[in-house]
């Protein structure tokens, strides 16, 4: 007998896109399957959109403490040996489930499997693939190699390993990675493609993409106790690019993003590594290369 499924969806005013997100999961066709929506109190269509698939799918609203709240609780409801979360403006791929059952089944030590993905626009097109590679631990912790919509795993990883930590605001899904990684969990990369994930205009943001990164060097250094140099390094230049036009002012902007990873190194690591120092000489000797050969 196949494992049965669940998938959770978290939902705030998504109105917009959550019914390509409901077709697609329920869309899936494999026996059993259960839907959870987790909806903090949305104000837009949303619940309209939702009760239109009536025992199709179950779904609560009221107010949460964010992503990873709503997440944990389709979790401890859900009853699947197999689970997946779907964001509400996100899609799966025709076909995916059946696939990801058929994978589980013919690796039973592993706990964690995750495919390729598609970037979309707001209108459903395809922009670009999100960059997951193969498993590697040491890649991880460069760079989040696993695209969350096309990531499922089993009821006891969980069970096992631990929920989403609710402490984290923007980054929940890289945390978990991170953590169950180091407390034993098996990861398998299918190249194969499972999901796509939507862009928002609002997600380009300088604002936000500095508070995700810093999300993401808290919980590096929760987990490692220190924030890898090529971290801080994005970080950096996230900070100079809103006030420097490289194109125009390359000096300017490499001297403020070395001040800045440097200040970044003492934010989070308390100390200048000799990493971010032997990073910065490269950035310096390129540079003074390139002088010379103009």
Same mark, same amino acid.
């Given at each position: 007998?196949?494992?049965?499924?669940?998938?959770?969806?978290?939902?705030?005013?998504?109105?917009?896109?959550?019914?390509?997100?409901?077709? #697609?999961?329920?869309?899936?066709?494999?026996?059993?399957?259960?839907?959870?929506?987790?909806?903090?109190?949305?104000?837009?269509?949303? *619940?309209?959109? *939702?009760?239109?698939?009536?025992?199709? *799918?179950?779904?609560? #609203?009221?107010?949460?403490?964010?992503?990873?709240?709503?997440?944990?609780?389709?979790?401890?409801?859900?009853?699947?040996?197999?689970?997946?979360?779907?964001?509400?403006?996100?899609?799966?791929?025709?076909?995916? +489930?059946?696939?990801?059952?058929?994978?589980?089944?013919?690796?039973?030590?592993?706990?964690?499997?995750?495919?390729?993905?598609?970037?979309?626009?707001?209108?459903?097109?395809?922009?670009?693939?999100?960059?997951?590679?193969?498993?590697?631990?040491?890649?991880?912790?460069?760079?989040?190699?696993?695209?969350?919509?096309?990531?499922?795993?089993?009821?006891?990883?969980?069970?096992?390993?631990?929920?989403?930590?609710?402490?984290?605001?923007?980054?929940?899904?890289?945390? +978990?990675?991170?953590?169950?990684?180091?407390?034993?969990?098996?990861?398998?990369?299918?190249?194969?493609?499972?999901?796509?994930?939507?862009?928002?205009?609002?997600?380009?943001?300088?604002?936000?993409?500095?508070?995700?990164?810093?999300?993401?060097?808290?919980?590096?250094?929760?987990?490692?106790?220190?924030?890898?140099?090529?971290?801080?390094?994005?970080?950096?230049?996230?900070?100079?690019?809103?006030?420097?036009?490289?194109?125009?002012?390359?000096?300017?902007?490499?001297? *403020?993003?070395?001040?800045?990873?440097?200040?970044?190194?003492?934010?989070?690591?308390?100390?200048?590594?000799?990493?971010?120092?032997?990073?910065? #000489?490269?950035?310096?000797?390129?540079?003074?290369?390139?002088?010379?050969?103009?």
């Amino acid at each position: 007998m196949s494992p049965s499924f669940s998938v959770v969806t978290p939902s705030y005013n998504q109105g917009r896109y959550i019914r390509a997100t409901v077709e #697609s999961v329920l869309g899936q066709n494999i026996p059993g399957l259960e839907y959870l929506v987790i909806d903090g109190g949305s104000t837009d269509e949303t *619940l309209e959109v *939702l009760r239109s698939y009536g025992d199709r *799918l179950w779904f609560c #609203s009221e107010r949460d403490h964010g992503t990873a709240d709503a997440i944990n609780k389709g979790f401890a409801r859900a009853r699947g040996d197999l689970l997946g979360w779907l964001n509400s403006d996100d899609v799966y791929y025709p076909g995916t +489930l059946s696939r990801v059952i058929a994978l589980f089944e013919a690796h039973p030590e592993v706990d964690v499997i995750y495919g390729r993905a598609h970037h979309v626009d707001a209108g459903g097109r395809a922009i670009d693939e999100y960059p997951t590679e193969a498993w590697s631990f040491e890649r991880l912790l460069e760079h989040c190699i696993i695209s969350q919509p096309a990531a499922f795993f089993r009821r006891r990883t969980v069970e096992k390993f631990g929920p989403l930590a609710e402490a984290h605001k923007y980054c929940v899904d890289y945390e +978990l990675w991170i953590r169950w990684a180091q407390r034993g969990a098996k990861f398998l990369y299918v190249p194969e493609f499972f999901a796509a994930t939507r862009l928002h205009e609002a997600a380009k943001t300088v604002a936000l993409r500095l508070r995700c990164h810093e999300d993401i060097n808290d919980i590096l250094v929760e987990r490692l106790g220190y924030v890898p140099v090529r971290w801080l390094s994005n970080y950096a230049h996230i900070q100079t690019e809103q006030r420097v036009d490289r194109s125009r002012h390359e000096l300017v902007f490499i001297l *403020l993003t070395a001040a800045r990873c440097l200040l970044a190194d003492l934010r989070w690591n308390k100390r200048i590594s000799g990493s971010t120092v032997e990073m910065l #000489s490269g950035w310096a000797r390129h540079f003074w290369q390139r002088l010379r050969s103009s």
